[in-house]
């Protein structure tokens, strides 16, 4: 591994951080190694390496807590950062910290070859623009990261963590007259090969290019409250914003959330079972232990409708009297972790998701959805439709754009008319408290009976 | 490490580079300093500090631009990661409009701004009185937060051309939030305010208005869905602007990607809209004397009367469009190559007081904040978003809203201004008014 501290250092650092009366102090200290390739304008306009290090302190008192990160990662840089996270929780009694447990080493390295990867960019962006004549701009972006970890707590934990993600993004746009229409692909991992065949991210630009020009004949969305059936292949944006931030045990610890003080309550139909789980093997949301030094886990929190469980990091599990979930994740060494989610997904049910359309008289269908957001203390969220249809007598009918849903999580969850077999993911970067992490979700094809949907049209 | 000693280690580099085939090379440091301090409910919660530096490599060989960037700025490091630049030579497209700048530009004058650190004792106080301040109504449940932080940050940019710049920025911004409640009803509200020091902010104004936020908000429930003229408070304009804006950059309009590409000199908007990017505006938080690729900061003119006056550019693009730098050449941290970005921006005031606009409008909405930003198109301009505000009946505010959907194009909506406020609000480093738009689509009930 690339750190040379002892274990005698990194103890060291622990007890100089509790020295003037913590009560518990952990040290994260990483190396991130990222290769970028961008393409756009037919050109590759990005091929670059580049390393990020750095190291931060968190110093826990009760509620209280200190975080302080530097990216010197000298030993006399990192005691004198531990002094200071330490001072600023002066006073009390002194608690001595365990000692340095048996190390644990999970992951393997791996680097990437970004040459291979660029000429495969650059193959493919050529290719794309052949795919129609519509085509006005694409950009393809691909990201590849290996982050070295090591962290260590006053409870003894010592954990040495390698991992890698791996995102590849594709916007194509479409052009005919003045107007303009964008459309996105995305693919992500945790692999540390390169596994994506050159055919599977031809589809992925395929898909968005024939997206893009389809919404440039669509009409406009209707406006209004309406019948909602959303495809598995839509993504789960839904489940994320309508209960995933809700249930995360910060919000819930302080108050702010729609989902507080409801455990072993009914807050959704019960066809609905959501969990999260950092333990899928190479999804983009999963990893092996979380950023806090806890291992990721499968945690069902909602199980036939009833809330069985909330999501705990340290912080917050201390405050709620519980432990953690191992959902304590952070962007970088640049901040202090937050409560957060990995996998989260609608368990399948039974309904046949082309008999749910069928059955409608009536409503809007989501084949794609794009991003959303919460207000978790109301549970109002919002999410934004790529591709919906409209519903008429059982079938899908006009493709309409421009539009977003708004819906209550807790309502919305407990007017659910039909929960299908089948099940999609999706990956995306999840923001909250100014920290971006990348995350997964999924649903099967889901009925609510009513959504509000905000376009321009008539109903 | 000193200033000289950063240089003496620059240099070396720079010739390093051209030792090693590179045609030109330039070296961006940053370094930046805060430290945060927070209560709960009145108890101190939380404090962060952070020290962070790092430094890119840029360089050109062969036409071709190279780029690296690190963390430690030693000897060493630096020469690998010119090495690694310039393996990315191999690989990327030559840019024959990629450029640096030159030494010899004039650099506006910024005001230094000479404020003293806030002691542990101030921030207390300050947090304390604005704990106090927010938690005055009954309705306030719980002040979820109070905060004050402190910036401070530094770049060197050195390159081949015999470019040596260097700038210091410094600011301290306060943000409160709280939970309101009544009849069962919860709701959060916050406010945020910067500025060069301390001593410039209204603390506990910002906890007072936080407060105001989550009252207003309480008992909302969806509105009818209609067409309605409304009126964009100064958070929701500014958002909308944030929307608007990326149609103003060069980049995006030699990509294709702006509808505004080829109308400099129409009329987009209605008259009386005056849309600025300028680094040097007075109350801005950090004036900025030159951009990330060394360019000479400026006032721009993007509208005037409704008329679009121009674009934004870095070199690169400057050059494509076959312009000067707009000093627009920025980029978001070391770990970026210099993109075309926006300064700090503003949506010049009218004279109308908002009350009076409300008084004329017998049947409208008021929108104080809009959800889901992000999922507006930015390309097309189309947006529908979410919605927290008010109604307008019979030139009053009436009941609150949410749960509801506002649906438009920004182009649409520039042309449909009737009203510029008096109101200027500045939030961080960016301005603007309330506004009327004449009519726009909500959906709800």
Known sequence: MMYRYSEEEIQKILNTAVRHGGDYADLYLSKTATGSVSAEEKKIRRFYRGLDEGAGIRVLKGDFSAYFYTNDISLPSLLALAERAGESVRGGDVTAPAALGNGVAVGSGGDFDLEDIGRRVRRLNGEAWELSEKIHQVTINYGDTRRETLMASTEGKLIRRTSARKRFFVQVVAKSGNELQTAIETLGDTETAFSWSDELLFEKIRRAAKRAERQLKAKEAPSGAMPVVMSSEAGGTMVHEACGHGLEGDSVSKGLSVYKNRLGEKVADERITVIDDATLPSHYGSYAYDDEGNEGRRSVLIKDGVLEQYMYDIRSSRRAGTSSTGNGRRESYRFAPQVRMSNTFIAPG?????????????????????????????????????????????????????????????????????????????????????????????????GISELVIGGRGSR | MTETGKKKIIADALRYALSKGADQCEIYVSESRSESTQMRDGTLSDDQTSSRSGFSVRLIRGGVPGFSYGVRLEKEPLRRAVDDALLSCDFLDPDEDYHFTAAGKAYPDVPAVKSAPVSVAEKKAVLAAMTAAAAKDDRIRRVERTSVSEYGGSTLLMNTLGLDLYKESRFVSV??????????????????????????????????????????????????????????????????????????????????????????????????????????????????????????????????????KGFLYNNTYASRAGRESTGNGLCGSHKTLPSVGLNSYYLKKGDIPPEKVIGAVSDGVWIKDLMGLHMADPVSGDFSLGVIGRRIRGGEPAEGIRGSMAAGNLFDLLQNIEAVCDDFTVVGDVGAPSFLIKSLKISGK
């Open chain 1, 350 to 446: 039974s309904d046949d998701p082309a008999a749910v359309i069928a059955d409608l008289k009536s409503g809007f269908f989501v084949r794609k959805m794009g991003g959303g957001q919460v207000n978790t203390i109301s549970g109002d969220f919002v999410f934004e439709v790529s591709e919906g249809y409209l519903i008429e007598n059982g079938e899908l009918t006009d493709l309409v754009k421009n539009a977003s849903l708004i819906g209550n999580g807790p309502k919305a969850l407990s007017s659910v008319f039909a929960v299908g077999d089948d099940l999609g993911f999706a990956i995306g970067t999840c923001g909250k408290g100014g920290q971006s992490v990348p995350v997964g979700d999924a649903q099967p094809t889901i």
């Open chain 2, 175 to 308: 943000s409160a939030a709280v939970v309101a409640e009544a009849d069962g009803d919860e709701q959060i509200g916050g406010d945020f305010q910067a500025a060069p020091s301390l001593d410039r902010i209204d603390c506990e104004g910002v906890a007072s208005r936080a407060a105001a936020d989550g009252i207003e908000k309480l008992g909302a429930a969806p509105t009818d869905t209609g067409e309605y003229p409304v009126l964009f408070h100064p958070d929701a304009a500014l958002s909308l602007l944030s929307l608007l804006l990326p149609s103003f950059l060069g980049d995006r309009a030699e990509k294709g990607l702006s509808v505004l590409k080829d109308r400099v000199g129409e009329r987009i908007a209605a008259k009386g809209v005056f849309l600025y990017d300028d680094a040097l505006m007075a109350e801005t938080v950090v004036p900025s004397p030159f951009d990330d690729e060394g360019q000479p900061c400026r006032r721009n003119a993007l509208l005037e009367d409704g008329v679009l």
